[in-house]
Each structure stands twice: as structure tokens, then as C-alpha cells.
């Protein structure tokens, strides 16, 4: 079954102002309102990183104080839950948490809607700049610069360092950013020219990812059963693969593609002479990628499977170490 978790809180509050959920008190709820959602994972500063989420059936309440939801903190999670023999309810968690940027309700004919704008993290413009003074001195490795630098802009928010400890200026390198894109434009852009390793950043899952061409990270396993149609090439060295709504894949990370011929229920071991029409049991890819970009993509009462799904870019690791851009 459908697993959707959806927490609005106010700004200094631990205790959430609204909470909808497919399964309340883990019990799958089949009155479940409809929710939307198109959620781009993008590196800081390669483009706009807003999400949109639209809940449906929200109460008049809700609707005529939409406004009101601005400005606080959202937690999204999502996957598949307990009810379906192939679900795997561990590949379900946290997609996205963020504030609201804008709210509003919506109410045309009998269908009322409450529509989200939502940005990692905590907003910051050049209006109204964060705290985000890096301070790069000489012999110093840059994972510890920037850890101390998000750690003052972001307090409480977990990092996830991984890059490379080579990564040391020669002269001190002190820059002021307002915003999280800011500096992650400024610190790929000056990895790339100067050591040729990018170094990127991302906000995925609660926590801020930093990543380079040194990260090994443990493949994670795909199965048939992941799958929605098969992988493929998007373009020279890129292969896009749909899978079934999952939280535990991230930018950066890495997938290992299924082994042999499938072997699940149902599955018919044909002839030689039938080789065309078992080509749909073995994967068209073998081995391991690095996931480029990501986004996850929902529509609650969609009967259409991929309207339910998780779509990463992905390339060979010698590739993302070399390129990494």
C-alpha cells in the first residue's frame, strides 16, 4: 500500500500544527486524502531546488486559513507500506523536509485543495541573507572549513562529510555566501578549477549531503521488483532508471543493478528460439552507477504505477569520479 506521512510545524514549536497520513497510527487508511507532489533533488546551486505538493479534501478550516501555513517547517515522507507481498517498507522515510515558502487554498466546484511551495531547509535570500561565512585558512582541508561553516548557518542539522582530504589551500580563502546555493555554486566552481575534483552539495532527507569523485559509498541493491519498465539510456553515458517510491537512495550514492535472469513467481524459462520475448527477465544494464540527479513523483489514487515512483540519473562511477559535474 501507499505510504504517505505529511508534518507541518510552526517556527520554535516540536509539536506538529497538522499531521496527514495514509497510515495513522501505522493502520493503512483507505479514506486517505489525495496528495501531489514533484520533488527535484538538485545540487546547491544548479538550479531552482522549490518542490510543489497539493493536499486534497482538506477541511474548510484548513482552507480558509491556508495563508497561515507560510513559514513553518515540513516534513514529507513517503513510500510503500505494509499490505502488498513485494513492498518493502524499509525503502520508505523521509524525502523531503523544508520550510514553506508560499501556501494557499483552492476551491473550484467541489474540489478543495490546499497547494504547497516548499525549499530546503531554512530560506534564505540575498534580502535576507544567512550566516554562511566561510573561513578556508591555509593548510586547512576543506571538509573541515565548510563543516564549521554549516554548522553555523544550519545548527542541529546533520552533515554528512564526504570528500576528499586532499582537498587543501595553499593561501587563505575567506568568502561570504547569502544563501546555500551561493556557496555551493562558489565551492564547486572553485574545486573544479583548482583541483579538479568538484566537490558538491546537496539538501536531501533532513540532513546536508557533501560529496566529491572520492566518495565510494556501498551500492545499494536493486531487485526486478524495483523496477518500473526498464532502464535506459538518456543520453552518452546516462541511464535513467524509474524504481517504486523509495527514500533510501540519495545523490551521490550508488545502485547495484540486478544479476542474471530474474527469478520470482510466475517467471517461464523459454526456449533459444524465444530469446526476443525473454529479454524482458534479464536487465538491459548490469553492474554499478552513481545516481547524477534524482526526483520523486506522486499521485496518491493514480492507478498508474508510475505515478507512485522514485526516477534517478545515473552514470558510471569512473565517469561521475572523472567528470563530476
Known amino acids: 500500500m501507499r505510504f504517505y506521512e505529511i508534518s507541518v510545524t510552526p517556527q520554535g514549536s516540536s ?5 496527514w497520513s495514509s497510515f495513522p497510527n501505522g493502520v ?8 501531489e507532489f514533484d520533488m527535484p533533488i538538485f545540487q546547491a546551486g544548479s538550479q531552482n531546488s522549490a518542490i510543489t505538493l497539493s493536499i486534497e479534501g482538506i477541511s474548510l478550516q484548513d482552507l480558509n486559513q491556508a495563508q497561515n501555513f507560510a513559514g513553518m517547517q ?6 510503500m507500506g505494509k499490505g502488498l507481498p513485494l513492498v518493502n517498507p524499509a525503502q520508505a522515510g523521509v524525502l523531503f523536509t523544508g520550510q514553506i515558502l508560499y501556501a494557499f487554498g483552492n476551491w473550484q466546484g467541489t474540489e478543495q485543495t490546499l497547494e504547497f511551495v516548499v525549499v530546503p531547509t531554512q530560506i534564505y535570500t540575498t534580502d535576507e541573507p544567512g550566516n554562511f561565512v566561510l573561513n578556508w585558512n591555509a593548510g586547512q582541508t ?6 564549521q561553516t554549516l554548522g553555523i548557518a544550519y545548527p542541529g542539522v546533520p552533515v554528512n562529510m564526504n570528500i576528499s582530504s586532499s582537498l587543501v589551500n595553499s593561501f587563505d580563502f575567506p568568502h561570504f555566501c547569502s544563501t546555500f546555493d551561493q556557496l555551493g555554486s562558489l565551492i564547486s ?12 552539495m546537496s539538501m536531501q ?4 549531503n557533501v560529496f566529491d569523485g572520492s566518495y565510494q559509498p556501498s551500492p545499494i541493491q536493486l531487485v526486478f521488483t524495483d523496477f518500473i519498465g526498464q532502464p535506459t539510456w538518456i543520453e552518452n553515458s546516462q541511464l535513467q532508471i524509474k524504481t517504486v517510491l523509495r527514500a533510501d537512495l540519495a545523490l551521490g550514492g550508488q545502485v547495484l543493478m540486478p544479476q542474471g535472469l530474474q527469478n520470482a513467481p510466475g517467471v517461464i524459462t523459454q526456449s533459444g528460439a524465444a530469446l526476443p520475448g525473454a529479454l524482458k527477465y534479464k536487465s538491459t544494464f548490469d553492474g554499478t552507477f552513481s545516481i547524477a540527479a534524482m526526483r ?3 499521485s496518491f489514487r493514480s492507478s498508474d504505477a508510475g505515478n507512485w515512483c522514485t526516477v534517478i540519473n545515473c552514470v558510471p562511477p569512473n565517469d561521475f569520479a572523472s567528470n563530476n559535474n
Do not use: Y
Open 189 to 200: 566552481e572553485f574545486t573544479s578549477d583548482n583541483f579538479n575534483n568538484t566537490v558538491k
Open 205 to 208: 532527507n533532513g540532513s546536508i
Open 28 to 35: 493503512f487508511n483507505p479514506g486517505a486524502l489525495n496528495i
Open 15 to 19: 509539536t506538529p500544527r497538522r499531521v
Open 296 to 298: 520523486h513523483v506522486g
Open 142 to 147: 576543506l571538509g573541515q572549513a565548510l563543516s
Open 74 to 79: 515540513i516534513v514529507i515522507k513517503g513510500g
